[in-house]
């Protein structure tokens, strides 16, 4: 069988632009160099030697991580992937004979990530960038909430009960310890039962950005952190969200701070909303189901709302990851060049 040369790789490459690589424009456009600064202190703690082999790039790392966010991809799959397919290589600038990071450097590279608690000041850093290319935070804000499914969690009731009241039993050793998650939690959305977080997100209107984000266990309910996302930077004092942040204590809390609470109304079992307050609803869910297309491309386009991880740390940093690299992608289709249309004859 005739070995391939360079010339049939960039012939591949090249038929592969033309059907269409969403990764081609990722790698062009995005300015990668922004997050070095914050991503070099991963290799900030002291090396007992000089010896051994070199650091792999930081940068090289973390679209390394944003691929596994933008595929859903396990650290064994991410690996493999990278090795198997030419548009991931090309996306991360390696040739077929540079060195591949394994799925082990792929984890160690996440925890120090966790460890220094990287992943918000990262996704403030592409915020400030967006700001910069004039898609500052305008025409108000959308609030809202999605859960994010984690591996169930085969425990006996004594060992949930524990669990929900903050303990650990005590006869699990620590291997066992390390393999179960109790930080995550059950939670009931229209009868069906889910475990795992919560994705609290603030979106702007008008660019439907993510500007904040809060990760909770998904039995968090979802005004709980209302106050902790708002963003006070947005231009438009307007705010939007279902009826399940409703509530006079946030009503006056949003008129005390200026804002405009468009907050759907819910009504009660003894008393059910009138026809006014329904068509209100409807006109305020116009704006508000606009959060909608961002979980619903998570979900589909980003190959599901999944995460693999154990514990409330790391679950931050898969589901900070995936709200950036929502914004990396959405940042594209908002800076996509317009075709002209074609002049009639």
């Given at each position: 069988?005739p070995?391939?040369?360079?010339f049939?790789i960039?012939?591949r490459l090249e038929?592969?632009?033309?059907?269409?690589?969403?990764l081609?424009?990722?790698a062009?456009?995005?300015?990668?160099?922004l997050?070095?600064?914050?991503?070099?202190?991963?290799?900030?703690k002291?090396r007992?030697?000089?010896?051994?082999?070199?650091?792999?790039?930081?940068?090289?790392?973390?679209?390394i991580?944003?691929?596994?966010?933008?595929?859903?991809l396990?650290d064994?799959?991410?690996?493999?992937?990278?090795?198997?397919?030419?548009?991931?290589?090309?996306f991360l600038?390696l040739?077929?004979c540079d060195n591949?990071?394994?799925?082990t450097?792929?984890?160690r590279f996440?925890?120090r990530?966790?460890?220094l608690e990287l992943?918000?000041p990262l996704?403030?850093?592409?915020?400030?960038?967006?700001?910069q290319?004039?898609?500052?935070?305008?025409?108000?804000?959308?609030?809202?909430?999605?859960?994010v499914h984690?591996?169930?969690q085969?425990?006996?009731r004594?060992?949930?009960?524990?669990?929900?009241?903050?303990?650990?039993?005590?006869?699990?050793?620590?291997?066992?310890?390390?393999?179960?998650?109790?930080?995550a939690r059950w939670?009931?959305?229209?009868?069906?039962?889910y475990?795992?977080y919560?994705n609290h997100i603030?979106v702007?209107?008008?660019?439907?950005l993510?500007?904040?984000?809060?990760?909770?266990?998904?039995?968090?309910?979802?005004?709980?952190v209302?106050d902790d996302?708002?963003?006070?930077?947005?231009?438009d004092p307007?705010?939007w969200?279902?009826?399940?942040?409703?509530?006079?204590?946030?009503?006056?809390?949003?008129?005390g701070?200026?804002?405009?609470?468009?907050?759907?109304?819910?009504?009660q079992?003894?008393?059910?909303?009138?026809?006014?307050?329904?068509?209100?609803?409807r006109?305020?869910?116009?704006v508000?189901s606009?959060?909608?297309?961002i979980?619903?491309?998570?979900?589909?386009?980003?190959?599901?709302?999944?995460?693999?991880?154990i514990?409330?740390a790391?679950a931050?940093?898969?589901?900070g990851?995936?709200n950036?690299?929502y914004?990396l992608?959405?940042?594209?289709?908002?800076?996509?060049p317009?075709?002209?249309?074609?002049a009639?004859?």
């Amino acid at each position: 069988m005739p070995q391939p040369s360079s010339f049939d790789i960039d012939r591949r490459l090249e038929s592969i632009s033309r059907m269409g690589d969403p990764l081609e424009r990722l790698a062009a456009e995005i300015p990668w160099e922004l997050f070095r600064p914050l991503l070099e202190k991963v290799h900030e703690k002291e090396r007992k030697s000089a010896a051994g082999r070199k650091p792999l790039d930081v940068v090289l790392m973390f679209k390394i991580l944003i691929l596994q966010s933008l595929y859903n991809l396990a650290d064994e799959a991410i690996e493999y992937q990278i090795r198997d397919r030419l548009s991931f290589m090309r996306f991360l600038g390696l040739q077929l004979c540079d060195n591949v990071p394994d799925c082990t450097t792929v984890w160690r590279f996440r925890e120090r990530l966790k460890e220094l608690e990287l992943i918000k000041p990262l996704f403030d850093r592409f915020g400030d960038y967006l700001a910069q290319a004039g898609l500052q935070a305008r025409n108000g804000q959308i609030i809202d909430a999605s859960i994010v499914h984690a591996p169930i969690q085969r425990n006996s009731r004594d060992e949930n009960r524990r669990i929900n009241a903050g303990e650990v039993p005590e006869d699990w050793d620590e291997h066992k310890r390390r393999q179960k998650d109790t930080d995550a939690r059950w939670t009931k959305k229209h009868g069906k039962s889910y475990f795992g977080y919560k994705n609290h997100i603030d979106v702007d209107a008008e660019h439907k950005l993510i500007r904040d984000y809060e990760t909770t266990a998904a039995n968090v309910h979802d005004s709980q952190v209302f106050d902790d996302i708002i963003d006070p930077e947005n231009a438009d004092p307007q705010v939007w969200a279902d009826s399940a942040y409703r509530s006079e204590a946030t009503e006056a809390a949003l008129s005390g701070a200026g804002y405009e609470s468009h907050i759907c109304e819910k009504g009660q079992s003894n008393q059910p909303l009138s026809d006014e307050q329904q068509a209100a609803n409807r006109r305020r869910s116009k704006v508000r189901s606009r959060v909608e297309h961002i979980f619903g491309f998570q979900q589909n386009s980003m190959g599901g709302k999944l995460i693999r991880t154990i514990g409330k740390a790391r679950a931050e940093v898969k589901i900070g990851c995936m709200n950036l690299t929502y914004n990396l992608m959405r940042y594209l289709q908002l800076t996509k060049p317009k075709v002209a249309a074609p002049a009639l004859a």
